[in-house]
């Protein structure tokens, strides 16, 4: 089977379902805007987040101690 009429499909990280993977798919790896713009509500209310050290803990370069 040639590449380009293999289909590579990957679970929707919001419903599970097969979403295809490839560039014609405007929501990849999401199977649909819909499940694109819940993962986004989520990451804006901060239901979801990235392991690390708040950000007040980080030293920034502009709070004036150059």
């Known amino acids: ?4 009429k293999q289909q590579t499909s990957v679970p929707c990280p919001t419903c599970d379902k097969p979403s295809r993977w490839a560039e014609d798919n405007p929501w990849r790896p999401f199977c ?7 993962d986004l509500g989520e990451w804006v209310a901060e239901e979801k987040r990235i392991p690390g050290p708040p950000l007040e803990d980080i030293p920034s370069s502009d709070d004036g101690q150059d």
């Open 32 to 38: 649909c805007e819909r499940c694109k713009l819940i």
């Open 1 to 4: 089977m040639s590449k380009a």
